[in-house]
Nanobody, 112 residues
């Protein structure tokens, strides 16, 4: 049974930082690409960042230079470091694993 459990969301002021974590179980983590998506109210879910099994990465244009995705294969965990947060980054952030597995999501709210 595949489980993806996100943590680290919360309320932060504009310009602040948060680090999201996603702990995976039930998959061979080191062989899986892992990603972060987000969904804001009234909008479609969109890709934020993805890290492949070889640790190559891709980012959405709207987060380049602000967010960093990384992985720790020893801990079966993928991270999303988010800096210089903007109000428009407010959304539910979802972790996903290659093969169509999703976590339950964690809320990120950027507001003063």
């Amino acid at each position: 049974q595949v489980q993806l459990v996100e943590s680290g969301g919360g309320l932060v002021q504009p310009g602040g930082s948060l680090r999201l974590s996603c702990a995976a179980s039930g998959i061979i983590f080191s062989m899986n690409g892992m990603g972060w998506y987000r969904q804001a109210p009234g909008k479609e879910r969109e890709l934020v960042a993805f890290i492949f099994s070889d640790s190559s990465r891709k980012y959405a244009d709207f987060v380049k230079g602000r967010f960093t995705i990384s992985r720790d294969n020893a801990k079966n965990t993928v991270y999303l470091q988010m800096n210089s947060l903007k109000p428009e980054d407010t959304a539910v952030y979802y972790c996903c694993a290659q093969g169509g597995y999703w976590g339950q999501g964690t809320q990120v709210t950027v507001s003063s």
